[in-house]
């Protein structure tokens, strides 16, 4: 499934995107799960799935207008520098551990929604990345366990300010502008992506590509980068 959050009459609501569009399963489920982050941990996906069989769209794809996938993570966790290609062009060797930085929550806009250049400063560049949305909670988790902890997976520009990324060791400033985290359009369910070292990320910027790579040339893998921070701190 492909799970989508969205405006629908200037009201939050969660869905299901499906040929053609979206089915609101906000409208019908919202009691019992009133967004995605809900369904997601109360184990809500077999009733989303059943929901949704055979229905038709509420709301043409044309017409949506999507939010962040999750508008209200428990955490981000961002990784750095994780691809080879990308430490190459930097040139630094690989590390021994993940680079790691936090994102904050109110920093994301929706898919279609304007990412926002800030006014004090002319460094604002893209950076596709792959989102991993935790399904359960979890600690100490072992990398052979580590891909049933996931709900599923979804396309995040991390919008950077360089320079102020650089302006002191920690990356965090320069990750954390209003409005340039991209997240969406949809989450894709960990059981469409079976294989999560087999994915392709590309980016384009007005058509144009600019970024291709496969997961399958992280320096840390999935798996790996769940376990590790799991190990100090709880995933949820």
Request: with cysteine; aromatic share 8%; proline share 6%.
């Amino acid at each position: 499934m492909k799970l989508v959050s969205f405006l629908r009459n200037n009201k939050p609501t969660w869905g299901v995107a499906v040929e053609g569009g979206v089915v609101d399963c906000g409208a019908r489920l919202g009691k019992k799960y009133p967004d995605l982050k809900a369904v997601i941990a109360n184990r809500g996906l077999a009733d989303v799935k059943k929901l949704v069989k055979g229905k038709k769209p509420d709301l043409p794809t044309a017409k949506v207008r999507f939010l962040p996938v999750i508008g209200n993570p428990d955490k981000i966790i961002c990784i750095g520098l994780n691809y080879k290609s990308h430490v190459a062009e930097t040139g630094r060797s690989d590390a021994q551990y993940p680079t790691i930085f936090t994102r904050f929550a109110n920093t994301q806009v929706g898919h279609g929604q304007p990412m926002i250049s800030p006014k004090n400063s002319e460094k604002y560049d893209y950076e596709g990345e792959v989102a991993v949305v935790i399904g359960k909670k979890g600690r100490h988790i072992g990398k052979a366990d580590a891909l049933k902890y996931v709900a599923g997976y979804a396309c995040y520009n991390d919008g950077s300010i360089r320079d102020w990324q650089r302006h002191t060791t920690q990356f965090t400033p320069g990750k954390n502008f209003v409005g340039t985290g991209g997240f969406g359009p949809w989450l894709v369910t960990a059981d469409e992506i079976p294989d999560p070292s087999k994915m392709t990320l590309v980016t384009r910027l007005n058509g144009q590509e600019l970024q291709r790579a496969t997961t399958d040339l992280l320096i840390f893998d999935i798996p790996t980068l769940i376990s590790y921070c799991s190990d100090w701190t709880e995933l949820a």
